[in-house]
């Protein structure tokens, strides 16, 4: 590896705003690259799930790459460069790993997420909850909030309640949804999701991945089913929902027959 590619990186970034350089990139602000730095994060996801590591070392090049535009931009500005970055990003790790870099004991992933939010408390956070971004995909926000509330405490020990709490929100949305009422059908289904969120928690399975996963998963088999009918010169509006779901269970258990160790399909 070069030794001095990040270096490399920040200059090409220079020269692409400067005076001879880039047309889109000397237009792009802030706010205007916000959906790259997104459309970049879930590439990085996809690369991973799909175990392409190839693709992976491309996509974690195009997300430093948004850190950096971001940063050519805020050192334009006068604010700060990417040293300033770099500087407060080491600092961050060093005081909040003092059982690494300093003289404090821990014993466990528990304890250090504990450690970790009394540490930011110190820091002037003024609530638990801080640091989840009010922007983030509700699934990841939920997960996120459920997580930053059981390191202080407020969790319930093992996962029986949690079933309990799912039910009982089932049947609040059953009830809404009998009486009529969109409001509280909204409302009753939100904390469904909620509860199965925190669920996932205690199964250790990230909602994200999961739901992902499983869109994929209903893509992937519904585009079979277009495919096959395609073949057959059938249209699928006008097939009876019986035989497309007689042509989708075939197809599922034809993918488990497969991939029969594979737990994503």
């Not at 205007?32 to 974690?60: I, M």
């Not at 003024?126 to 990841?140: E, R």
């Not at 205690?202 to 209903?218: C, Y």
């Not at 277009?226 to 269970?249: N, Y």
Request: aromatic share 6%; hydrophobic share 40%.
């Amino acid at each position: 590896m070069e030794d001095n590619a990040f270096e490399k990186l920040v200059e090409i970034m220079s020269r692409l705003r400067g005076p001879d350089g880039c047309p889109w990139d000397k237009e792009q602000t802030h706010d205007s690259l916000k959906p790259y730095l997104l459309e970049e994060a879930y590439e990085v996801l996809e690369a991973v799930d799909r175990r392409d590591f190839d693709g992976l070392r491309e996509e974690l090049g195009d997300m430093l790459l948004q850190s950096v535009f971001h940063a050519q931009l805020a050192s334009e500005a006068g604010l700060f460069n990417i040293q300033d970055v770099l500087k407060t990003l080491n600092e961050k790790l060093v005081r909040r790993h003092p059982h690494v870099f300093g003289e404090a004991v821990i014993t466990g992933s528990d304890e250090q997420v504990r450690h970790w939010e009394k540490i930011k408390k110190s820091e002037g956070k003024k609530s638990a909850l801080d640091g989840v971004p009010v922007t983030a995909p509700s699934l990841l926000r939920a997960h996120r909030t459920q997580q930053k509330a059981a390191a202080v405490g407020f969790d319930w020990p093992e996962a029986s309640p949690v079933w309990d709490k799912i039910r009982e929100e089932l049947d609040e949305l059953k009830e809404a949804v009998s009486a009529g009422k969109q409001d509280a059908v909204e409302e009753e289904l939100g904390d469904l999701l909620f509860a199965v969120v925190n669920l996932s928690r205690f199964l250790h399975v990230h909602p994200e991945d999961a739901l992902r996963r499983s869109v994929d998963k209903f893509r992937r088999r519904f585009r079979a089913v277009e495919a096959e009918m395609e073949s057959a010169g059938r249209d699928m509006r006008k097939t009876p929902l019986a035989e497309l779901d007689a042509v989708w269970d075939r197809i599922k258990r034809e993918e488990h027959h497969l991939t029969k160790d594979d737990p994503c399909v």
